[in-house]
């Protein structure tokens, strides 16, 4: 596995799953994201990222979490 792939937010602590190729970052509160529809009372999200992508803020899930496919137990 390279660094980054190691290091990809799908195998951090503050990553949840949203479907098959994305999900959330946790890591801080969620932000304003505006009022785009009068339908929705709800106008603050975490932010969307891919599965693969990184930052600077990793941090590894303990390892007692982690499946031998890299799946969440």
Same mark, same amino acid.
């Given at each position: 596995? !390279?660094l #980054?792939? *190691?290091?990809?937010? *799908?195998h951090?602590r &503050? &990553?949840?799953? @949203?479907d098959?190729?994305t999900g959330?970052?946790? +890591?801080f509160p969620? =932000?304003f994201a505006?009022? !785009? !529809?009068p +339908?929705?009372t709800h106008?603050? +999200?975490?932010?969307? =990222?891919?599965?693969h @992508?990184?930052?600077? *803020?990793?941090?590894?899930l303990p *390892?007692?979490q982690m #499946? #031998? /496919?890299?799946a969440t /137990?």
């Amino acid at each position: 596995m !390279s660094l #980054s792939t *190691e290091h990809a937010c *799908e195998h951090c602590r &503050y &990553y949840t799953l @949203a479907d098959a190729l994305t999900g959330n970052c946790h +890591r801080f509160p969620p =932000v304003f994201a505006g009022a !785009s !529809s009068p +339908r929705e009372t709800h106008h603050w +999200r975490f932010p969307a =990222v891919g599965n693969h @992508a990184w930052c600077g *803020e990793f941090l590894p899930l303990p *390892e007692a979490q982690m #499946s #031998s /496919i890299g799946a969440t /137990i």
